[in-house]
């Protein structure tokens, strides 16, 4: 189960994070600003090395897996470790999402049920992460604050749901850098209480570009826990098998 | 001298009521015990048929009716693909002769609710407000506001998962289901209000949308269920099969059918009623009998004198019998008349809400209504009748038996 779902976690994050390209400077409307952040991946492939570390008071847990992306449809993730969950990966294509396990040898399709489920122990949840889209399909974007931080100009951007909206939250908060690497994104509920928030605590160049190196997720609930992800090794434009983000793959040990 | 029957009669009667005046306290706990076990019988035979039909009033109330359509694979797996299309003309022409509470249509799929921090999996049943005056739906209390109608887009949850998904009336959740192209899809619904009701389960479980509003965003015009409620509380004999020839094409299920656990606590209630009866009247019975053995015994002197004055073996026979017949009568009065003092006193039910836990698990309302079934009353009065006369048997015999000679002389 918990490797199942860090391995949702670490889709989402990929999927937010990765490839983010260097800024134009003219200036951006909100919705073009975060259609950057979110888009820059489209189109492009991506090899990565991770390591995750899920803190809870009584325990912690650390974990490393690689991923391969093509586009913001489709990804495969494969855990290295810890021995345990060796082989397990998960793929997704367009909205569906499969798991294998080495241990049962089979290929597993996760309902949509499970999906928008937060997973075991934590707030984090897919629909968080991998459905960053609905951010530009959903809300109603504006940018609140500029400020300028370290040679950098930091806008804020405040994500409203329009009316019915399939979106729980009363406002999504993000904090942009003019080079597109995310630095917050906070999560408020509808009475606009701060709920969650992803925070960026470290940032590095990998293949030329900047992006978050470890990001932080953590909730207002327990401040005692919390769940990081780390790249440690990352390259984009990687020539990929076209059979790389089939099923077979998904069961293969490449 | 020829006796006419009148004569013997009352005879018989006079010495029998005699006889059981001379033994006035032992006859009165006779009395007594009589009178007890029938209002015993009678009153907690009640309690249990109330029980009993609670229980199936609960599951026909629960938004299931006395007897569901749904299309043939749509129990194997609840999803809007398996609906069918609603066409009222044709419904209410095939229900028309039958004598119908009312019916209504529904849709009922399984979904997963999100809320800011909680995510949990419920049933959403689409409905329209206006038909629902046969199910749970008009009873249940409302705070905020209910559906206004069918087409209402917004949402009704249950207290206990309002309180799960620490959101609040007013608030937006997300609903996520499956569509008719077999499509993931998640719908923002406003909360309009919440319910409560006495099951907890319902409350986590159960959330209410506008049926129109919920067809357009399953992208179908379909309906899952046709619910039907009689006016009878039990479904008529007969019925279900006709029903199930004038929809051919639909699956038609009983509550014994949704509710199979229910329909076998149902079936062993039956069962246990009569067990019950039996031991109680079998106890009752060997207290009769001995007590007449003992009358018989103690009477051997007389009934030696009288049979050798020429008294005819039957007249003896009759005068026992006789004497159980009037106790048992007297016995049969009086219990029903307290049974019905009785009843009369806790018909308004007997609450149980102390035990709301347990009474829950046994899907069994909050407060006990008794409910007096004539079959089994008139089981109770001719089981009576009979005991009577099997208890006195014996002990009649015996009497009849008695050699004359023998009983002077002891």
Known sequence: MISRVSTLFAFGLLLMIIDIAQADEATLTAEELVGKVLDQTRGLTSYSELTMTVKRPEWTRKSSFTVWTRGR????????????????????????????????????R??????????????????????????????????????NEDNHTVYTIEAIPKENAPVVWGKEVLKVRDDYVLLEHAFYDQDLELVK?????????????????????????????????????????????????????????? | ???????????????????????????????????????GVVV?????????????????????GHITLHAPDYRSDP?????????????????????????????????????????????????????????????????????????????????????QLRTKIGHRIVVVMQDSNNKSIEVGFQIAGVYDSNSEGMEKHVIFAGKHALQQFLKSESITELSLRFNTRL??????????????????????????????????????????????????????????????????????????????????????TTESLIIMFLGLIGGLLLSWGVLQLIGDGIDLSAFAAGVEMLNLAPKIRPA???????????????LALTASLYPAIRAVRLDPLVALRD
């Not at chain 2, 109680?280 to 002197?301: C, D, K, P, Q, S």
């Not at chain 2, 007096?372 to 009979?386: R, Y």
């Open chain 1, 73 to 108: 449809e489709d990804a495969l993730i494969r855990f290295t470790a810890p021995p345990r969950d060796v082989g397990n990966a998960t793929l997704k294509k367009g909205d569906q999402m499969w798991t294998f396990s080495p241990k049962i040898k089979r290929t597993v």
């Open chain 2, 372 to 386: 007096v079934v004539w079959q089994d009353v008139s089981i109770v009065v001719i089981a009576t009748i009979f």
């Open chain 1, 110 to 147: 996760l309902p949509k049920s499970m999906m928008s489920q937060g997973w075991a122990g934590s707030d984090f949840s897919y629909n968080d992460l991998a459905r960053s889209d609905s951010l530009l399909q959903h809300y109603e974007l504006a940018i609140v604050l500029e400020q």
């Open chain 1, 197 to 254: 928030w992803i925070e960026t605590q470290d940032i590095a160049t990998f293949d030329g570009r900047p992006i978050p190196k470890t990001l932080r997720m953590k909730n207002t609930d327990d401040e005692e826990k919390w769940t990081e992800i780390e790249h440690t090794h990352v390259e984009f434009d990687v020539e990929l098998d076209d059979n790389k983000f089939t099923l077979f793959s998904l069961r293969g040990s490449d």
């Open chain 2, 79 to 163: 999803a809007i693909t398996r609906g069918f299309l609603e066409d009222s003309d044709e419904f209410a022409h095939k229900l028309e002769s039958v004598n119908l509470a009312g019916w209504a249509t529904r849709i009922k799929v399984p979904a997963v609710v999100m809320s800011e921090r909680e995510t949990r999996g419920v049933q959403i049943i689409g409905i329209d407000p206006s038909q629902e005056h046969i199910s749970i739906v008009s009873d249940l209390r409302i705070e905020g506001s209910f559906l206004t109608d069918s087409t209402d887009n917004r949402i009704v949850l249950g207290r206990a998962l309002l309180t």
């Open chain 2, 235 to 320: 479904i008529p004999p007969g019925i279900l099969e006709s029903i199930s020839q004038s929809f051919p094409n639909l699956e038609a299920v009983d509550w014994k059918n949704i509710d199979p656990i229910l329909a076998f606590m149902y079936e062993s209630v039956n069962a246990m009623v009569y067990v019950w009866l039996a031991i109680v009247f079998t106890a009752l019975v060997f207290g009769l009998m001995n007590t007449f053995i003992t009358a018989v015994l103690e009477r051997t002197h007389e009934i030696g004198l009288c049979k050798s004055m020429g008294m005819k073996s039957s007249l003896v026979l009759y005068q026992v």
């Open chain 2, 1 to 39: 001298m020829k006796q006419t029957v009148t004569s013997r009669v009352s005879l018989i009667y006079t010495l029998s009521v005699r006889n059981l005046w001379r033994q006035r306290r032992r006859n009165t706990i006779l009395l007594v015990s009589v009178i007890s076990a029938i209002t």
């Open chain 2, 44 to 64: 907690l035979n009640s309690l249990v048929r109330g029980m009993q039909l609670q229980m199936v009033d609960q599951v026909v109330y629960n938004l299931n």
